[in-house]
């Protein structure tokens, strides 16, 4: 049975703000820059607090997390996604400009596709 989470608890609200905090930092050791969407950003820093409170580790939302059949009572992704993950390290941001979730992308995408939105 997958575990369940209050999102108005006060242990997601702490983790949420880790959460926040970690992909800050993310960016400014890798160079990269968050996505202009909003909403997007917003759901994937949710679902990888959530990810976090629920299974220990930020794995990536948009993957599946499932049990472990060699460890009881532990969750593994479907893909090994650990945010920031290795495809996004080496593949997805290096050759796209943006990880497959669209939360972290290179300033170079940054310029192409955002800065053009906003004027």
């Not at 970690?22 to 959530?50: P, Q, T, Y």
């Not at 499932?66 to 593994?76: R, Y």
């Not at 650990?82 to 497959?100: F, L, M, R, S, T």
Request: aromatic letters at 8%; a negative charge; proline letters at 7%.
């Amino acid at each position: 049975m997958m575990p369940t989470l209050d999102m108005s608890s006060m242990k997601f609200k702490e983790e949420l703000e880790k959460t926040k905090k970690f992909v800050l930092k993310v960016c400014e050791s890798k160079g990269w820059l968050l996505n202009c969407n909003e909403d997007v950003v917003e759901g994937v820093i949710m679902g990888l607090a959530r990810n976090k409170v629920l299974y220990g580790k930020r794995y990536c939302p948009c993957f599946t997390v499932v049990p472990d059949p060699e460890k009881e009572g532990k969750f593994k992704s479907s893909d090994e996604r650990v945010c920031p993950c290795k495809p996004a390290i080496e593949k997805e941001i290096p050759e796209d400009g943006i990880c497959h979730c669209q939360l972290f992308c290179t300033p170079e995408y940054y310029k192409e596709h955002c800065e053009s939105k906003e004027a």
